[in-house]
């Protein structure tokens, strides 16, 4: 017999209105993903957290989130007494965001040190991201700015002079909002996006140890940060050789503004609570981080730390619209139905929870592999080849998770006053930042040839395959069939120098990992189902498809997964 799905309470409308509800409680996997990925006194710990933020999400959050993206910030370039000035002017909304993202939560600090949330010692990755999928789904914009704060942080202390880590590392890292400092990245030129051997801007060394910066660049996310890091032509070799890393600070030690101009905001389609904007470098004074030359490849951890959250992004937006799909299905009735209890429904719910829940898998998965190599406990082969995975495949589901969330509400979805629309605004943004599709497909394929990446992510998803709830027997040979092609197609998209298959390279091996961490996953007590999700991977996103045969018939497996799901 079917089990039945279940019913939630009645809508007080005939429009079903979520607003209100906690977004950690109405997630049937949070609870038990954190059990799975933390140590169990710290999951303990921040289940109260957890809670917490869900409710604020859900609620005070998502009406502040709202108000910050109708109301953008603005820059005055001029004093009233005519004086020149780069002031970024910001919605009280999108201040009081701020707050509880870098004072409540620590949300760019819990990684560097011990005091975040009541925890002595700096946490694991996963527990950032845990905490920031949950604060994603209410304000996409701002987890930028804290992503690229936590990021600046992290590149600082692993190639910064000392005194100068000293120094910096306490005003990124701390939870009193008038001492914070933000943290930015200024890389993209008009002539140097993704070729960043292209760079333009100039920096030249001064007897005192400093160095002095000109030139432009182009989209600089939180300009007004209190520190970027910023690329600069530093040697006379054309190409990423002549390519150095600086730390720009926004104040010199006289208290005035150091020497740059913020020109203008960018008028986006989407993100539109944070600023982001063109700045003219005129002189202004940086400091060297790490080696001469070497810059790229220094900045080069900073991105893989921000297409990692880039990818926590995304699957945050898609979980978001998940639950906001499930609601209105559950609430909204059509034909004597509700919505929730219609066969073409379920399918679709369906599918927008697989692609969501793969993204977050893959999350965890990459975050544990990128603190492994911190700690030499990994391969850094393997973090090396996740980090581009996730962006790649991750942000570009989003875009179409959440327009199906859009589809599931209706009329309303399409009406600004609802949350579908900034949803799907937003999550556009992720495969464009830290570099396109094709650009990031391209780097799994150098991930490989380069790094020889390939037998790490193999080692690792027979890992997690041999600990996970085993592929039911049915599908057994399916499973194996379709993991030995795709890695054979990813070896022969990169050896043979055959980019054009760089992006269906790139889907299989994301599909490969994210379907043996749902097995792994599985095995924990309250997340049994993803062994569900793990085989309509395989079905659907690895396995061959004939697209005129009549498929089985799986409402029955749909059925019982939205019953987990609810």
């Known amino acids: 017999m079917d089990t039945p799905v279940k019913t939630a309470p009645p809508a007080a409308t005939p429009v079903p209105d979520s607003r209100g509800q906690n977004l950690f409680s109405a997630d049937p996997y949070a609870e038990a993903l954190s059990r799975r990925y933390l140590p169990p006194a710290l999951h303990v710990h921040l289940l109260p957290h957890l809670e917490r933020l869900g409710a604020l999400a859900g609620g005070v959050m998502d009406e502040l989130a709202a108000t910050a993206d ?29 707050r509880l993202a870098y004072s409540e939560f620590g949300l760019a600090a819990l990684s560097h040190r011990g005091g975040v949330l009541g925890w002595p010692e700096p946490m694991p990755a996963a527990a950032k991201y845990a905490l920031s999928h949950l604060f994603v789904q209410a304000e996409f914009g701002l987890c930028c700015p804290v992503s690229m704060t936590d990021s600046l942080a992290r590149t600082l202390r692993k190639f910064g002079d000392p005194a100068l880590v000293e120094r910096v590392l306490p005003e990124v ?10 943290g930015a990245m200024f890389m993209t030129e008009q002539g140097a996006g993704s070729d960043v051997s292209a760079t333009e801007v100039t920096a030249t060394a001064q007897d005192d140890g400093t160095w002095l ?31 150095s890393l600086f730390l720009l600070p926004r104040d010199l030690a006289d208290g005035t503004h150091n020497h740059y101009r913020i020109l203008r905001l960018k008028d986006k389609l989407g993100t539109r609570s944070m600023a982001s904007g063109e700045i003219r470098l005129e002189g202004a004074v940086a400091w060297l981080v790490g080696e001469r030359g070497r810059g790229f490849k220094h900045m080069a951890d900073m991105i893989n730390n921000s297409r990692l959250s880039n990818g926590m992004r995304a699957a945050g937006l898609m979980r978001r619209a998940v639950t906001e799909a499930v609601y209105v299905s559950q609430h909204r009735h059509a034909f004597g139905k509700r919505l929730i209890d ?25 975050a544990r592999a990128l603190a492994g190599a911190d700690q030499g406990a990994a391969d850094p082969a393997l973090a090396r080849i996740l980090t581009p995975l996730i962006k790649f495949r991750a942000c570009r589901d989003a875009r179409k998770v959440t327009g199906d969330a859009m589809e599931v509400r209706g009329g309303c979805g399409y009406i600004e006053e609802w949350t579908e629309p900034r949803l799907v605004r937003d999550a556009h943004l992720g495969s464009i930042w830290e570099g396109t599709s094709n650009i990031v497909a391209l780097d799994v394929l150098r991930a490989i040839t380069r790094e020889n990446s390939l037998p790490a992510l193999r080692s ?37 120098d055959r980019p054009e298959l760089a992006r269906q390279a790139a889907s299989l091996l994301y ?34 498809r004939d697209p005129y045969a009549i498929p089985a018939d799986e409402s029955a497996a749909c059925r019982a997964i939205l019953q987990y799901a609810l």
């Open 460 to 496: 690792h998803i027979d890992g997690l395959l041999a600990a996970g709830r085993p592929c039911p027997p049915e599908l057994a040979e399916m499973q194996a069939r379709a993991l030995e092609q795709t890695y054979a197609l990813a070896e022969h998209a990169a050896q043979a």
């Open 173 to 182: 890292t701390s939870q009193d909002f008038d001492a914070l400092r933000q």
């Open 342 to 366: 219609m066969p073409l429904m379920q399918r679709q719910l369906v599918k927008m929870t697989v692609w969501a829940e793969q993204a977050r898998s893959v999350m965890f998965q990459t």
């Open 213 to 243: 910066i000109h030139g432009d660049k182009w989209f600089c996310s939180n300009p007004d940060a209190g520190y970027a890091m910023v690329l600069a032509r530093s040697e006379s070799q054309p190409g990423l050789k002549g390519v």
């Open 70 to 98: 109708k109301h953008p910030p603005t820059l005055s370039v001029r004093s009233r007494a005519g004086t020149d000035e780069s002031r970024i002017d910001k919605h009280p909304a999108y201040v009081e965001l701020e």
């Open 511 to 544: 599909h490969a990992v994210s379907m043996a961490a749902l097995r792994w996953e599985a095995t924990e007590p309250g997340l049994e189902s993803r062994a569900l999700l793990a085989d309509q991977v395989l079905q659907h996103r690895l396995g061959p």
